[in-house]
């Protein structure tokens, strides 16, 4: 999908959706920046409130991963004198996330616990793990309908909060992963044209309201 984060839905162009989901997240955030090297997206970003840190063009390639680009964007505010305990990454394709789980991400991280704080989500399919050498094998111990099975807690790209320690060095998970659970609307994910399909719907039909 070409300029997929720009693309309209509903009212506003996609990452719009993350960027007011994390101005309702409260006082746990302390700012809120989008990386970016597209002009037309700085300038939106900008019209909605976000701070904008220019993305160099060898981090904004299609094979480029998100830890080198929150370093980057790290970097840039520390220099302008900003002090941070930790980093989140909200990805501009989870547009449904409910603030709450923000919330629930930052107290989790406040304990001390933990170094990184990952969304996942419960998934109850009969699920196997699928061998290079044809061979299925179940992940549950017996076949029961799905009101029976303990769900696989799946990674749900929504949410990733990393100390800024681990940032600075390139990473985001540390060695002591915590996690919040969320639910199946906060964890739709936008890769493909059918899932913008789906995500409209949603939005016409009023589920997830802004």
């Known amino acids: 999908m070409p300029r997929k984060n720009i693309k309209m839905l509903g009212d506003f162009p996609l990452f719009v ?45 299609d094979s480029t991963k998100s830890e ?30 409910d603030p709450k789980f923000i919330r629930e991400a930052a107290d989790l991280f406040s304990t001390g616990k933990f170094d ?6 419960p998934v109850y399919k009969y ?5 290079k050498n044809g061979e299925a094998t179940p992940l549950y ?4 309908n799905r009101q029976e099975r303990k769900p696989v807690w799946l990674e749900n790209g929504a949410l990733y909060l990393a100390s800024a320690k681990l940032v ?9 992963i915590g996690f919040v659970m969320m639910d199946e609307l906060s964890s739709v994910n936008i890769d493909e044209s059918v899932d ?8 016409k039909a009023g589920i997830f309201r802004l």
């Not at 699920?127 to 061998?131: G, Q």
């Not at 111990?141 to 029961?144: D, F, G």
């Open 168 to 176: 600075r060095n390139g990473e985001i998970f540390g060695k002591k």
């Open 141 to 144: 111990e017996k076949r029961a």
């Open 17 to 61: 959706w993350t960027l007011k989901v994390a101005g309702k997240a409260g006082d746990v955030l302390t700012k809120i920046v989008v990386s970016t090297e597209d002009e037309e997206i700085a300038e939106v970003a900008r019209k909605y409130g976000g701070e904008v840190v220019a993305r160099p063009a060898e981090l904004a390639q």
């Open 116 to 121: 990184t704080i990952v969304g996942l989500k």
């Open 68 to 97: 080198p680009v929150l370093t980057h964007a790290l970097e840039v505010l520390e220099s302008a004198g900003g002090k941070y305990d930790a980093v989140l990454l909200l990805s501009p394709t989870n547009p449904f996330r």
């Open 196 to 203: 913008f399909l789906y995500a409209d719907s949603i939005v």
């Open 127 to 131: 699920s196997y793990d699928a061998k």
